[in-house]
């Protein structure tokens, strides 16, 4: 290791473990792997130009892609030009001469000097990230304020990197969908926080929602349901003759379109078709295709699991129609994989099959696990006669995995410990951790997804297990499952700020994090989502409360926020708390005999900030035991 490196990766440790005032550097997310800070600052006002070398047609798009960030951040719009020559104030976009070790494919050099900034990259997608640390060193405000007021950069040097080469989020479609302006603004999102995956979920029970021009009949019957709202519970079936009219899918074009977008901006679009189960859509399109045959609707809860129909392994048509459709979609993603799915096949569709039965006698397959290894083996065929390669979900272990599957482990990390173990590649992304649909606040306050998993949580995730070669963990990912969420600024509340502590888990080094000290730097950013008109989470200003017995066997109460710093007040009579009710001081609280509900509010700087938390005093003796 180089001296200069030591002393930048000494400097990150002491840095982001929080020995060094905050507010001496830059709220970054993700955390670069050094920085340095200089003296001084950069102004860009309208006389800057941005300067990059004539002739490299990705450089002039990345230059051109900054002209709009810079216009949105600062109101100003910069000339492009290709000579420093007439240029006194130049941020200028470089590609190495002599390749630089340490940054690799995807880092940068960032540099900013009171007389100009430069950034240095050994390719095209580095300098795009050393623009998105640029764009985040700008002040944010909203217009009109931004207008014609210069504003100031801190001189400073990054010398910056990933750790991960997956850096992805997964949006379900299917459940909900959502069009194609959205994918776009979620796409520009990601890209300011480095993500350069993203696995789109484009098929399941409640909708198909790509057009594959050789069935047309997938979207016509494939992407409608009977409108219904995403509830916990049952769902009501259709009523007779009601029409499905939720929905919607992409067409090829539009495709097309969102390819170009996100690979402009170093993103790769890995498509998902959820093959054998999740595929009531599919099955409602093609009635041959399932194990009856019988004519089934396209699911018409948004809420599925296990319950839905399941493409019948027996079958030599489906074979053939999958052959089919991974030649569309091969040729519309550029990207090397595509994701089959693979998870929550319920095999008791196969178990009653004689199809199946015939299959597994014919192939000498001795359980339903073998069954859908063959099923999936056989779809990797499929596939790599595309020219793709294979990724599914950990399920895709079951029965013998195919001999060159990348697996995206999510039922915890185990399958992807033993796929990598099995030198596959590996994709990690636990429900534990990267399941971004999961509640993050209590339930009492909010009920959105199944599990529970808070911003604090996230920014515990490691993608790389102790013991596991790095060399076959690509990254990390996190998953927005929509059965509760049908709207685009759900997707991002729920998106957002958790995928920032992902960003960072898989962007930034290893150790060193400060959980505090990176909730500090999120705040800074949520006034960043309200300037791009983001929606976002505030649940780190919520109250929580922990019951606990104490010695004695009485129930006491401890309060806390993620965010530190707040007040936190409550009340057990029936009043609403506020700032002058009893304050909580950070010792157990005693419940008062009589007692039936607990309320707690919190307070930053003086101002209302979590939602009112509600919680009756038998609940908190059912979550104590
Ligand atoms: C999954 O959550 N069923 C992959």
Redesign the pocket.
């Known amino acids: 290791m180089k001296s200069t490196i030591k002393i930048f990766v000494f400097l990150f440790i002491v840095v982001f473990a929080g020995t060094v005032k905050s507010g001496e550097l830059p709220p970054l997310i993700p955390a670069p792997a050094s920085i340095r800070m200089g003296t001084g600052t950069f102004k860009i006002s309208s006389d800057v130009v941005i300067v990059v070398p004539k002739g490299d047609r990705d450089l002039q798009e990345n230059a051109l892609l900054l002209t709009g960030q810079l216009l949105a951040s600062t109101g100003f719009r910069l000339k492009i030009v290709n000579s420093t020559a007439s240029a006194k104030k130049a941020i200028r976009l470089l590609i190495n001469k002599t390749p630089n070790n340490t940054t690799g494919d995807e880092g940068y050099f960032l540099e900013v000097k009171p007389s100009g900034v430069k950034i240095l990259a050994n390719h095209p997608a580095g300098l795009f990230y050393g623009t998105q640390t640029l764009i985040q060193l700008i002040p944010p405000g909203r217009q009109p304020e931004l207008i014609k007021t210069p504003k100031e950069i801190p001189a400073l040097s990054i010398t910056d990197y990933p750790r991960f080469e997956w850096r992805g989020l997964m949006l379900d479609v299917s459940r909900h969908f959502f069009g194609k302006e959205f994918i776009k603004k979620y796409i520009d999102q990601m890209v300011k926080y480095k993500f350069n995956v993203f696995h789109w979920h484009l098929s399941d029970d409640p909708g198909w929602r790509i057009e594959i021009k050789k069935y047309p009949q997938l979207t016509r019957v494939g992407a409608w349901r009977v409108p219904r709202t995403g509830k916990w519970g049952t769902y009501e079936g259709p009523e007779p003759g009601e029409a499905a009219t939720d929905g919607g899918y992409y067409t090829q074009a539009d495709i097309r379109e969102i390819v170009k977008y996100a690979s402009d901006r170093y993103v790769t679009i890995v498509p998902e078709i959820d093959i054998p189960g999740h595929s009531q859509a599919f099955v409602a399109s093609f009635p041959a295709a399932s194990c009856t045959g019988g004519q089934y609707i396209v699911y018409p809860g948004s809420s599925t699991g296990m319950g839905a129909n399941v493409l019948c392994a027996g079958n030599d048509d489906n074979f053939k129609i999958l052959d089919d459709i991974f030649g569309e979609l091969a040729s519309l993603f550029p990207g090397q994989y595509i994701h089959i799915g693979g998870?929550?096949v319920n095999k008791e569709f196969w178990k009653g099959c004689q199809k199946c039965k015939k299959r597994m006698a014919a192939e000498g397959l001795k359980d339903e696990h073998e069954l859908q290894s063959y099923f999936i083996k056989r779809v990797e065929k499929i596939v790599e006669s595309k020219g793709k390669k294979l990724i599914g979900?950990d399920e895709i272990l079951e029965g013998g995995l195919a001999p060159n599957a990348a697996v995206m482990s999510?039922r915890g990390t185990e399958g992807g410990i033993a796929s990598a173990k099995a030198g596959h590649h590996v994709v990690m992304s636990p429900t534990q951790f990267c399941y971004l649909d999961y509640q993050q606040t209590d339930w009492s306050i909010e009920r959105t997804g199944g599990g529970f998993l808070r911003l604090s949580d996230v920014y515990k995730f490691d993608p790389l297990p102790e013991g596991t070669d790095k060399k076959y963990i690509l990254g990390g990912q996190g998953?927005v499952?929509t059965e509760f969420i049908s709207t685009p600024a759900r997707v991002e509340y729920m998106t957002w700020p958790r995928a920032l502590a992902l960003s960072e888990v898989l962007w930034s080094a290893g150790k060193g994090r400060n959980p505090d000290e990176f909730i500090r730097r999120t705040e800074a950013h949520f006034f960043r989502f309200d300037a791009a008109g983001v929606n976002y989470s505030h649940a780190i200003y919520d109250p929580f409360i922990i019951p606990v017995k104490n010695p004695a066997g009485n129930l006491v109460l401890t309060f806390s926020t993620e965010a530190k710093g707040l007040d936190i007040y409550y009340t057990f009579d029936s009043t609403l708390p506020d700032r002058y009710s009893a304050r909580y001081n950070n010792l157990p609280v005693e419940i008062p005999k009589g007692a039936s509900e607990v309320k707690a509010v919190t307070y930053k700087d003086g101002k209302p900030a979590g939602r009112l938390l509600l919680l009756s005093i038998n609940e908190l003796r059912q979550r104590a035991l």
């Open positions: 998870d929550e979900w999510w998953n499952w």
